[in-house]
Nanobody
């Protein structure tokens, strides 16, 4: 079974940092893409970042560019999202996702048929 498990969310003050982890299992994503999405209350789910395993390229939404960094530890089958200089508008549930034919188009990861359950990130004073 394909499993994605997010962790690392929590409450942080504006300007603070968090590192989210996405542990993947049961799926060979060597030629796929892994993305991070977020959804704030009452808002549409949006793509935050995408990592293409095919060519190693990284993509970020304009709103997080320069503040967030996507990375991976392939030996641990884990993808990370380092979030720095967090803002209140970053508050959302963050999800990682991939798929059998997933690919990146800028920050959006398409063909994402496998999702984690999400981890809450709250940025507040």
């Amino acid at each position: 079974q394909v499993q994605l498990v997010e962790s690392g969310g929590g409450l942080v003050q504006p300007g603070g940092s968090l590192r989210l982890s996405c542990a993947l299992s049961g799926f060979n994503y060597d030629h796929a893409a892994i993305g991070w999405f977020r959804q704030a209350p009452g808002k549409e789910r949006e793509g935050v970042s995408c990592l293409s395993r095919r060519d190693g390229r990284q993509f970020y939404a304009d709103s997080v560019k320069g503040r967030f960094t996507i990375s991976e530890d392939n030996a641990k089958s884990t993808v990370y999202l380092q979030m720095d200089s967090l803002k209140p508008e970053d508050t959302a549930v963050y999800y990682c996702a991939t798929g059998d034919y997933s690919y990146c188009s800028l920050s959006v990861t398409y063909e994402t048929n496998y999702w984690g359950q999400g981890t809450q990130v709250t940025v507040s004073s």
